[in-house]
């Protein structure tokens, strides 16, 4: 107890540049205050008919304390004491000289003098003052007590005296000390709070400058905040000191910058959700040969976002790895695919490396980059190679949203991808340029014309046969697909019925016409067939069908595809010609209307479909073979695409199939 009295008594030993100064200020102050206490103290005197030249003689004794305090204490504490017992001789002085009938009325002059200590701060002056006015009196009521009251005073008297004395020095203590925690020594806390600030800062700083991660606050100005991690500027380049975000990523990532610029004027005019316009902020950007993912958490004042926290990963590591076990994974497809049928395997990567020439060809004209990425990405996928084919539809959405070809970087990225992964193949591909691949069936039937006595002409063209592809197992591939998209479009399981009614062909010479067929197997499945639901809720089997077929017809060679879907949306066929400013007054125009590129029945883009090319480039590499296209649909009937082209000389006439085609609804 007593240690925490004490404790309030006495101040610290530092003393603050602001207390120093404050102290100096107050010591003149009191110093003039006593010299002017010399006249003062002459009136008094002459007043009561007394000599007025002792007192201020004694007037002047007394000043002359706090005058040489300031001359040789350093201290200005030390000064300020000498003022409390100056202060209290005055009194005593005023006392003694000014009796009389106002005598008593004096010792007023005690308690505002106490009072007024208190601007030192000082609890020590406050007790110095008090002892020194009881000193005072005590003494003077001995040796003269006349020259403290103007009357015989008891001692009780004096006692009560000093007891208010004692009441107002402990108030005025805890004043004064008030005065010095709250105002002298606000300089004390003040550098101590900016000390503790400091610290925190260096902590923050350190932080920021050993994190892994680019942090930085935003306004919704795009004004960054001064503290921000070292590592974001490493990687995006200096920030100037008016610069705002957006403009300083547009030095590196000028899409995402306009990206950011549009959402944080969404947000800071309100005009929707802010957290639909959050969620559209861009998310990654890729510069300096680092992939950075994005974050924004908003900092938020009641309901309205005030800030946002950006904060900045290097993803590139992680990205690497992520890429590298989906090649992984992508090998093993292709080693399955590769022990189950090799030839379609060998076909893909010729027809792959073509289309990847293609899209990287800087001569390249725009849209038939868009169908070789279009074609490579649907025949990737079929075949597992996922990264491949998410990276075509990334450069496929690139276009759509800049109208630009893939840059150097993304043509590098594209062409190094799919050589990685060919490499790997080749690895088990191995060599067999000789090679011919002949089923069970194949000698089965050659084992029958022998057996017939079949002539020499017939069995050298049933060997030469052998060459050729059967049309057969290409469909047996197609087969393979339907399942393939049926089962990630969420369509069941799917029902397909292939016939190559015996059809050869030449590999090599159909390779290109049978992997931009490709596109039309994705929309039998994604546009035509409905989900198993849908389909029993219209009154059809929940299993969707499928039916894949080539045979010669007389002098041509005929290959269609159906299915027994929803046939075509005409509707939307005639809003999108309308958009894209095509004709569309008619059903042929309308059927013309399907290969413009842009043109689809469905209104998002998926991995699967809706980009409006795919069907333009089959008729495509089906004109250029000679061929024509036809293509008949019914509304909740389905949808049959025939191919007619002259029928190969090396192909063996066959009848004619006596087997309907399933649809017979006119041409749309």
Same mark, same amino acid.
């Given at each position: ?84 017992? #100056? ?85 005025? #203590? ?209 075949? @597992? ?6 990276? #075509? ?9 800049? @109208? ?6 993304? #043509? ?152 027994? @879907? ?71 009937? @389905? ?30």
């Amino acid at each position: 107890m007593l240690k925490r009295i004490l404790g309030k008594l006495v101040l610290p030993r530092t003393i603050s540049a602001f207390e120093r100064g404050y102290l100096a200020k107050m010591n003149r102050a009191a110093v003039v205050f006593f010299l002017l206490h010399i006249p003062v103290m002459a009136l008094v005197a002459a007043a009561n008919d007394l000599s007025p030249l002792p007192a201020m003689v004694w007037t002047t004794v007394a000043a002359l304390g706090p005058v040489l305090a300031m001359r040789f204490f350093d201290n200005p504490r030390h000064a300020s004491l000498a003022h409390g017992f #100056c202060a209290m001789t005055m009194g005593g002085i005023l006392v003694h000289f000014g009796q009389g009938p106002v005598q008593i009325e004096m010792h007023f002059y005690f308690f505002a003098a106490l009072a007024m200590l208190a601007v030192f701060g000082n609890p020590l002056v406050i007790l110095l003052a008090a002892a020194t006015v009881a000193g005072h009196h005590l003494v003077l009521w001995f040796l003269l007590p006349r020259s403290v009251f103007n009357y015989d005073a008891p001692v009780w008297v004096v006692a009560v005296h000093a007891g208010f004395v004692l009441l107002e020095a402990a108030a005025t #203590c805890f004043i004064a000390r008030s005065f010095f925690d709250n105002v002298i020594g606000l300089e004390r806390k003040v550098l101590e709070r900016t000390a503790q600030l400091d610290a925190r800062n260096r902590d923050l700083h350190a932080v920021l400058d050993h994190i892994g991660q680019g942090l930085v606050m935003i306004d919704l100005d795009g004004r960054p905040a001064a503290e921000r991690s070292p590592t974001l500027e490493a990687w995006l380049g200096p920030i100037g000191a008016d610069e705002t975000l957006p403009a300083w990523l547009r030095k590196t990532a000028p899409r995402t910058a306009d990206m950011l610029a549009l959402g944080l004027d969404e947000l800071r005019e309100g005009l929707m959700p802010p957290e639909l316009t959050l969620d559209q902020l861009p998310r990654r950007v890729e510069t300096g040969g680092r992939s950075l993912a994005l974050a924004y958490t908003p900092i938020r004042r009641g309901e309205e976002i005030e800030k946002l926290l950006l904060v900045v990963t290097d993803m590139t590591a992680q990205l690497a790895n992520e890429r590298l076990e989906i090649e992984q994974r992508e090998q093993a497809q292709l080693v399955d695919r590769l022990l189950r049928d090799r030839g379609a395997l060998v076909e893909f990567l010729d027809e792959a490396t073509g289309q990847v020439e293609v899209a990287s060809a800087p001569s390249s004209d725009l849209v038939d980059v868009r169908r070789a990425l279009h074609t490579l990405k649907g025949n990737a996928a079929f075949f @597992g190679i996922t990264g491949l084919a998410d990276l #075509c539809h990334r450069l496929e959405t690139r276009i759509d949203e800049t @109208g630009d070809a893939p840059n150097t970087a993304e #043509c590098t990225e594209l062409t190094g991808r799919f050589q990685r992964m060919r490499e790997r193949v080749e690895l088990f591909l191995g060599s067999r340029p000789d090679a011919l691949e002949v089923s069970s069936a194949d000698i089965a039937d050659l084992e029958r014309d022998i057996a017939q006595q079949a002539s020499h002409r017939e069995l050298a063209e049933r060997v030469a046969g052998w060459r050729l592809e059967p049309a057969a197992r290409r469909l047996g591939r197609i087969a393979e697909q339907v399942h393939s998209f049926a089962g990630r479009l969420g369509k069941g399981d799917v029902e397909v019925r292939s016939d190559g009614h015996g059809v050869r062909l030449d590999a090599a010479e159909w390779r290109s016409f049978w992997a931009s067929f490709v596109h039309l197997v994705r929309n039998a499945v994604d546009h035509g067939l409905e989900p198993p639901e849908q389909r029993a809720q219209a009154g059809k089997p929940r299993r969707g069908h499928v039916e894949v077929s080539t045979r010669v017809v007389g002098p041509e060679l005929l290959v269609e595809i159906a299915d027994d @879907g929803r046939g075509i949306d005409w509707e939307t066929v005639t809003r999108k010609a309308k958009d894209l400013g095509l004709p569309h007054g008619n059903d042929r125009e309308l059927t013309e209307a399907l290969f413009a590129n842009g043109v689809s029945t469905k209104d998002e883009v998926t991995e699967m479909s809706g980009r409006g090319i795919g069907l333009g480039a089959v008729r495509a590499e089906c004109e250029a073979r000679g061929g024509r296209m036809d293509i008949i649909s019914a509304v909740d009937v @389905g949808t049959r695409v025939s191919f007619r082209f002259p029928a190969p000389t090396s192909q063996r006439p066959l009848p004619v199939s006596a087997r309907q085609p399933a649809l017979s609804a006119p041409a749309a």
